[in-house]
């Protein structure tokens, strides 16, 4: 199961390393492997590119939107615009108020028929 989860991720040739060793994006796989692994219903996913460049950071979001398809729910915290547009709902906050909230999606939109 490990092996299977590291090779979705592109980091099977990278598992004898330790993290310093790793680049950033290959940690944040790494974090999301080790989440993925247990087969969670719901991921929380706070700012899962905050340290990334663009690259890694389109990598990290495609892997979230696939475990989305898959059936996990993904609450992810960000302050990032680009990432939002990956939700299918968007809830703004502003001192811990809801200021507005956009359901871009309806979940039976994506579903196949």
């Known amino acids: 199961m490990v092996e299977k989860v590291l090779e979705r991720m592109q980091i099977c040739h990278r598992k004898k390393h330790f993290p310093q060793q790793l680049s950033a ?21 706070d700012e899962p590119t905050g340290n990334l460049d663009s690259k890694n950071g389109l990598e990290v979001m495609n892997l979230l939107t696939e ?8 609450v992810m915290v960000t302050h990032s615009m680009h990432d939002s547009e990956f939700a299918h709902r968007v809830i703004n906050l502003f001192d811990g108020q809801v200021i507005t909230e956009e359901v871009k999606r309806q979940m039976s939109e994506l579903m196949p028929e």
């Open 25 to 45: 994006g290959q940690q944040q796989r790494v974090a999301i492997a080790r989440a993925v692994v247990a087969n969670p219903k719901l991921i929380l996913a």
């Open 67 to 74: 475990l989305n398809h898959e059936g996990t729910t993904i």
